[in-house]
């Protein structure tokens, strides 16, 4: 899953802050999910896009959440004015038909 | 959304005995069936995968069941070994990619030496 990079590793906001989470999907995949993981609790489905659409995006909070896959470069999570509970590990991951590999996961710390 | 349901959160067994990982799905549509597994403050990363139109995937000492008409899959690993500690998570795909890729909440697996 080392084709999958999300940038940055680690992130330190301050409470309302804008936070930019960034995901190179693999070669050939066309595909990027967002999850995120709160401490104790398994991979929370955020958002599911394509390149320029985004096909499913039920697990998104309402309000400060967003996410983009442009034609060209990365897939971006983009949390405004964030919280303290915004604090979180975010994995991206990225399939093709028959496989999906995640990334490393970037870690959200809003102090 | 509870498409997939891993109904034990932890399992613990002795080094070198089979660990049964399982999981149960709802939706029949699903084509393939990916297994993960995610140490903690890591990516979750790809173990093994199964399509829909077999029944039994083996990689080492990763075996996967596929049981369509149950709903059902498990992951046997075995012998199994103390490093396989981790929490696994299966997870269906569609194969024309307007499903998102969801997950059960993983069984935590301990391995005692």
């Known amino acids: 899953n080392a084709g999958v990079m999300q940038n940055p590793r680690h992130l330190v906001r301050r409470r309302g802050q804008e936070a930019r989470l960034r995901c190179s999907p693999m070669k050939g995949h066309s595909h990027v999910y967002w999850y995120r993981q709160l401490p104790e609790e398994g991979l929370k489905f955020m958002v599911y896009?394509?390149?320029?659409?985004?096909?499913?995006e039920s697990g998104m909070p309402k309000e400060r959440f967003s996410a983009e896959f442009p034609k060209e470069g990365p897939s971006i999570l983009r949390i405004q004015q964030v919280v303290r509970g915004d604090s979180a590990a975010y994995f991206c991951a990225s399939s093709s038909k028959t496989e999906a590999f995640f990334g490393q996961g970037t870690r959200l710390t809003v102090v | 959304d509870q498409q997939v349901k891993q109904n034990s959160p932890s399992l613990s067994v002795q080094e070198g005995r089979i660990s049964i990982l399982n999981c149960d799905y709802t939706n029949s549509m699903f084509d393939y069936f990916l297994w993960y597994k995610k140490y903690p403050a890591e990516g979750p990363t790809f173990l093994i995968s199964i399509s829909s139109i077999k029944d039994k995937n083996e990689d080492g000492r990763f075996t996967v069941f596929l049981n369509k008409s149950a709903k059902h899959l498990s992951l046997h690993i075995v012998p199994s070994q103390p490093g396989d500690s981790a929490v696994y998570f299966c997870a269906p795909l569609t194969q024309g990619g307007s499903e998102k890729l969801v997950f059960g909440k993983g069984t935590k697996l301990t391995v005692n030496p």
């Open positions: 896009l394509q390149k320029e659409n985004i096909i499913d």
